[in-house]
């Protein structure tokens, strides 16, 4: 991305920021308000800063008023509660260092092309979120046992007949990994990030980290709409590029993909003289095992060298030293294998949405004798 593309993203995002809270709003007439990525070259760090940190949001935004904001949980539990920003502070806080990732990241990788955002492949990063456990939420609100399914509603609403996006998430993951976070990276959480609450589901893609929450419902069946049942949704199994898959043949996203990227490579080498290769890697799983490089389109593959700082779902640094024998164009492709096993494949499943795109990257460069 050109310097110039780079300010107009971060004057986006700083629009996104300025936006008016409260009542006071435009109507969006259609969607994808903000939708900004990061430059992959500088996914570098352990944690991505805020400001760098990817945006999607559906809609304008309404940013709800800090004073007046409070998460009202309702639906299978014995008793209701409505939970204001100090409640919330008084209760036992957690903190999860994980990977958010949109469904849609490296859509414009697919061919043939798909209709949707053409993310790049920095639609992705990796934060500390902190807040209140919603297994905290859901005990002292009393969790009926009826209740599968937890409805999620944020607070930006769509033009006139456009479905709104509300989502649920499994009872069982939200027990198990779930937060409403008020912070990220150790500051309030930003307007553009769902201030002054998010819904944090380590290991889910991004459509199940409901922004600006306001409502948590607890219900014996999954939400219904556009945004649960036609979209969000990936093949069973895969079929071929370009055919359409029928609603049946598919299931809901959750858990991310294993997945590497590379954020450093050398633009040109000497026969003997070692370069070195950078990226990260994550996985649905809680751990990245190892990540590997081949020079030979895949026959043989060395490790890379994994960074210290690992949280369960976050992303794994890596880096390669890689030391080039011939003259000519060096292609080094990459691979991830996640904790339960799973290999990042050569080549990811084409599916009509672009979700979870997660082939081996590689880089190309002159190696000159
Ligand atoms: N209320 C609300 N929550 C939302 C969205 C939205 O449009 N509205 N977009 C979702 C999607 S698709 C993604 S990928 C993440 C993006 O989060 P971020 O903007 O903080 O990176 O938010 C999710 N939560
Ligand atoms: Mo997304």
């Not at 435009?26 to 070259?41: C, H, R, S, W």
């Not at 989502?167 to 027990?175: A, G, H, I, N, P």
């Not at 011939?326 to 080549?347: E, K, W």
Request: with cysteine; proline share 9%; aromatic share 10%.
């Amino acid at each position: 991305m050109s310097r110039r593309g780079f300010l107009a993203v971060s004057a986006g995002i700083a629009a996104a920021a300025a936006v008016p809270s409260g009542r006071r709003r435009l109507i969006q007439m259609n969607g994808y308000p903000v939708d900004a990525e990061t430059p992959l070259d500088q996914l570098t760090t352990y944690v991505t800063p805020n400001d760098l940190f990817f945006v999607r949001s559906h809609w304008n935004p309404t940013v709800p008023d800090r004073k007046t904001w409070a998460l009202t949980v309702d639906g299978e539990v014995e008793r209701p509660l409505r939970l204001t920003l100090a409640d919330l502070a008084r209760m036992p806080q957690a903190s999860a260092t994980c990977v958010l990732q949109c469904a849609g990241n490296g859509r414009s990788l697919h061919k043939p092309v798909v209709p949707g955002v053409q993310w790049g492949q920095g639609a992705v990063g990796n934060a500390r979120w902190t807040g209140v456990r919603v297994r905290d939420v859901l005990e002292r609100a009393g969790l009926k046992p009826g209740a599968r399914h937890v409805h999620a509603f944020g607070s930006d609403d769509p033009p006139f007949q456009v479905p709104p996006f509300h989502r649920s998430v499994e009872v069982e993951k939200l027990l198990a990994d779930g937060i409403v976070a008020t912070a990220m990276n150790g500051a309030p959480l930003p307007a553009a990030h769902g201030a002054p609450a998010r819904l944090v589901v380590p290991g889910w893609a991004g459509d199940h980290w409901m922004k600006w929450l306001t409502r948590l419902s607890p219900q014996p069946d999954a939400q219904k709409g556009f945004y649960m049942d036609v979209a969000y949704r990936y093949p069973k199994s895969p079929g071929a590029p370009g055919v359409a898959f029928k609603p049946e043949e598919m299931d809901p996203v959750t858990a991310l993909f294993v997945k590497s990227n590379i954020t450093e490579a050398p633009s040109r080498a000497r026969v003997g003289s070692p370069v070195v290769l950078r990226g990260f890697a994550f996985s649905g799983a809680p751990d990245v095992a190892k990540v590997e490089v081949s020079d030979d389109d895949g026959e043989r593959w060395s490790p890379a060298e994994l960074g210290r700082e690992h949280d369960p779902f976050a992303w794994r640094l890596w880096s390669f030293r890689y030391t080039p024998r011939a003259a000519g164009t060096a292609t080094l492709r990459v691979r991830a294998t996640d904790s339960n096993g799973n290999v990042q494949p050569r080549d990811a499943v084409w599916n009509q949405s672009g979700y979870l795109y997660n082939a081996w990257p590689s880089a190309s460069f002159e190696v000159r004798a």
